[in-house]
Nanobody, 121 residues
Framework: QVQLVESGGGLVQPGGSLRLSCAAS????????MGWYRQAPGKQRELVAS???????NYGDSVKGRFTISRDNAKTTVSLQMNSLKPEDTAVYYC???????????????WGQGTQVTVSS
């Protein structure tokens, strides 16, 4: 069974920074991409940032220029550096991994439990 363990959420003042990290509990035969999504109360889950195994990144429009995603392929970890945080960044942040655990399995989406990020003075 695959688990994604997230860390780094919390309360921060507007303009502050936080760093989220996510680690998979096992190695994978192949990983397509890892990333972060978020969901605020009453809103749909949205993409924050993603990164492919080749290092190609994709960011949601609202976080471009403020957030940076990085990945350690060898350790199957992904991190999200969040700077210049705004109250509208408040949400539960979910780690995502799309990959195949072994040669015989297909690609699937795996999700972390979520970590709360609150931006407030």
């Amino acid at each position: 069974q695959v688990q994604l363990v997230e860390s780094g959420g919390g309360l921060v003042q507007p303009g502050g920074s936080l760093r989220l990290s996510c680690a998979a509990s096992r190695s994978f035969f192949s990983i397509n991409a890892m990333g972060w999504y978020r969901q605020a109360p009453g809103k749909q889950r949205e993409l924050v940032a993603s990164i492919t195994s080749g290092g190609i990144t994709n960011y949601g429009d609202s976080v471009k220029g403020r957030f940076t995603i990085s990945r350690d392929n060898a350790k199957t970890t992904v991190s999200l550096q969040m700077n210049s945080l705004k109250p509208e960044d408040t949400a539960v942040y979910y780690c995502n991994l799309r990959g195949a655990p072994n040669y015989y399995s297909g690609y699937m989406d795996y999700w972390g439990q979520g970590t709360q990020v609150t931006v407030s003075s």
